[in-house]
């Protein structure tokens, strides 16, 4: 049987409000439904993999992350059509239901979680659901087919750690679409100890983290963008394209890229769902 969990904290997970005061406000205005039933409570129990509507908010993926995801592909200019990808922090499936909903043949949905992803995903046959799963878990280096593109999104893990993982999963071949989540990259601790980062300091995080990115012998990093979408306390986020290879070449120089990211991020108001 499906975990429980709370009518609030389900909306926020799925991305309907950036805060709990929003999420609240929209219950007691009777704009919530769970199926056909009203949301009556905040506390109201819910199975975990309820999908939810909020009248005149509906998102085209199952949490916002897929918007996050469609700006990326967009700004890349890569098609997912017909290839097998590996979603690795899947949670309710945001970044899965985009690519599937973009062309992908499957995609392995990997989170270290249980009973996050949304019913619909895992019912899709385009869907693998590899809950309770590490991404260093040795049973991933053995998929069939082979994964070519991973897209990550990791809480409180850097991508020095996880790009590692990923280039084994995919058995350094293929290409990686990062999440960068500033917070979980400074080496700043008063940062990460409050949650705010000084609009200064995420060009350097980003060109740090691109030099450690270029530092080994597998890989490259080929873009950088700004994520469309902020996070849920109004975080600024950012993509880098990773490719994957014995022998990778020379890196380009981001660092004009870079510079324009952070720019257009920091233009970007607090993300709220569309009424």
Known sequence: MAKKRKAIDLLLEQGFF???????AAILAGEVLSGAQRVTGAGQMLAADAALRVK??????????????????????????????????????????????S?????????????????SLRQDPHVVNLERTNIS?????TLDPRPDLGTVD??????????????????????????????????????????VLPDGAYEPVLRELIADVNAL?????????????????????FFLRVLLSDHPGSAPDLSRDASAAVERALQLREYEKKK
């Not at 790009?163 to 917070?183: N, T």
């Not at 012998?217 to 986020?237: K, Q």
């Open 18 to 24: 950036a805060e709990e005061k929003e999420a609240l």
């Open 217 to 237: 012998p597998y890989a490259r990093a080929a873009g950088v963008t700004h994520s469309p979408v902020t996070g849920n306390t109004g975080t600024r986020e």
């Open 137 to 141: 878990d040795e049973k991933l280096l």
């Open 56 to 101: 005149g908010r509906e998102l085209p993926y199952t949490s916002k992350g897929g918007l996050k995801l469609e700006g990326a592909l967009r700004d890349f200019g890569i098609s997912v059509t017909g290839r097998v990808c590996i979603d690795a922090g899947a949670s309710t499936g945001g970044f899965t239901s985009c690519l599937v909903k």
């Open 103 to 119: 062309g992908a043949a499957l995609v392995y949905a990997v989170d270290v979680g249980f009973g996050q992803l949304m019913g």
């Open 154 to 195: 990791l809480s409180y893990l850097s991508l020095r750690k996880g790009i590692p993982a990923f280039a084994d999963v995919l058995h350094r071949k293929g290409e990686l679409i990062c999440l960068v989540k500033p917070l979980f990259e400074t080496s700043d601790m008063e940062a990460r100890r409050t949650g």
